[in-house]
C-alpha cells in the first residue's frame, strides 16, 4: 500500500475514534507513521492479527496510541484481559492513556491481577485524575472520556452530563453518541417525530465535520422520518467518506432497487455488481457475496466481467479506505 493511501487512512479513522490527543503521535518518522497509518486502516476493518505488525513499529518509535491499540486487538483476540493485552495497556497508561487506565480496571489488573497504579485505588481513580483538568479546561476529546470514566464509576448522570457537555463543546463523536441515546430513549419528547428530529440535529452537527459513523446515522434518522430522497444522498455520501455498510447498501440498491425504501434510484446492474465485486475481493466479505449470489441471473457472464472491469477501476483500492470505523472505548 502507498504513504499516500495509509496517510488518507490514517486521517480518518482519527477523525472517527476522537481519541485525547497524545504528545507522541506528532514525533513519528515516516516510515514508522506509515506503518501507523496501515495499522489503523487494517484497525478500521477488523483485521487484528494483520494490523499488529504495523502498530508494533509505530510503539516502538513511542507511540502511545499504537500501544492502546494493540492492547485493543490482543484483548479481543484473547476474549478478555489476558497477560498479553495488559502488557500493551500498561505501557500505555504509563503514558497517561485514559482509555488503556480504563480497559485496565475493568479487566481487574488491580483487583485480580495486583497491578494497581501508583497512589490510586484503581485505575479509574488514574483516569480521572489525568483527564478531569484537561476537560476541566475545555478540551473536548477529554470531556468525552469523562463520560467513559463515569460510566466505569457507574454514575450514570455524571456521565451523561459530561457527555452533553463534549457535545455542545463540537466533539463529533460526542454529539453522534448522544443523537444515539436520544434515539434509544434519552430525554422527554412529546412526540417520536420531535424525538427523530432531536438526534437529527445532533448527527447533522457532527457530519458536518466530516465524521463518518455521523454521516451513516444521517440517512438512518432521515428514512425513520420518511425523507426517504434525502436519507439515499446520505448514504450515498456515507459510502464515498469509506462507510462499509453504506458501501453495502448502496451496491445493493443499484443491483436491485426494489429490495427496500433505501433505495431511491434507477437500477445500474453493472454499477451495482462492480460495487458489491469490490467488498468481496477488498473485505473478503460474505455479505456481498450473498447479495451478488441472490442477483446473478440479473447479469450475464459479459455483464458481470465488465462490472469487474469497473470495479479494478473504480472502487478496488478507492479513497478514502474502507472501514467500520469502531469506537475507541468500543465492543
Not at 50 to 62: F, I, S, T, V
Not at 100 to 124: I, K, N, S, V
Not at 249 to 266: A, I, K, M
Request: hydrophobic share 40%.
Amino acid at each position: 500500500m502507498s504513504i499516500s493511501r495509509r496517510k488518507a487512512a490514517a486521517a480518518l479513522v482519527a477523525l472517527a475514534i476522537s481519541p485525547i490527543a497524545t504528545s507522541a503521535a506528532w514525533a513519528l518518522n515516516e516510515e514508522a507513521q506509515a506503518a501507523k497509518d496501515e495499522g489503523m486502516r487494517l484497525w478500521g476493518i477488523s483485521e487484528w492479527i494483520k494490523m499488529q505488525p504495523y502498530l508494533e513499529q509505530a510503539a516502538e518509535a513511542g507511540d502511545v496510541e499504537a500501544l492502546y491499540y494493540l492492547g485493543e486487538a490482543t484483548r479481543l483476540l484473547d476474549r478478555g484481559l489476558s497477560q498479553r493485552a495488559m502488557a500493551w495497556y500498561l505501557q500505555a497508561a504509563e503514558q497517561g492513556d485514559v482509555h488503556a487506565m480504563l480497559r485496565l480496571f475493568q479487566g481487574g489488573a488491580c483487583t485480580a491481577g495486583d497491578r494497581c497504579p501508583e497512589g490510586y485505588e484503581d485505575w479509574h481513580h488514574a483516569a480521572l485524575a489525568v483527564a478531569q483538568p484537561q476537560a476541566e479546561a475545555g478540551d473536548p476529546d477529554s470531556m468525552l472520556a469523562m463520560f467513559d470514566i463515569y460510566r466505569m464509576f457507574d454514575q450514570p448522570r455524571r456521565a451523561g452530563d459530561w457527555l452533553e457537555r463534549a457535545a455542545e463543546a463540537g466533539q463529533p463523536e460526542a454529539q453522534t453518541i448522544l443523537g444515539n441515546q436520544i434515539l434509544d430513549g434519552r430525554g422527554w419528547y412529546l412526540t417520536n417525530g420531535r424525538r427523530l428530529s432531536a438526534a437529527e440535529e445532533w448527527f447533522h452537527k457532527a457530519a458536518e465535520q466530516g465524521y463518518v459513523p455521523a454521516i451513516s446515522r444521517m440517512a438512518d434518522v432521515l428514512r425513520r422520518q420518511g425523507d426517504y430522497q434525502l436519507s439515499w444522498e446520505w448514504m450515498k455520501k456515507a459510502s464515498l467518506s469509506g462507510n462499509y455498510d453504506s458501501r453495502l447498501g448502496v451496491g445493493w440498491c443499484y443491483l436491485d432497487p426494489q429490495r427496500d425504501d433505501r433505495c431511491q434510484n434507477e437500477q445500474e446492474k453493472i454499477q451495482g455488481w462492480a460495487i458489491l465485486h469490490a467488498l468481496s475481493i477488498e473485505m473478503d466479505d460474505t455479505s456481498a457475496r450473498s447479495v451478488m449470489e441472490w442477483n446473478e441471473e440479473q447479469l450475464p457472464a459479459e455483464e458481470r466481467r465488465e462490472a469487474e472491469e469497473l470495479a479494478g477501476a473504480e472502487w478496488i483500492g478507492r479513497e478514502p479506505p474502507l472501514s467500520r470505523f469502531p469506537s475507541r472505548f468500543g465492543y
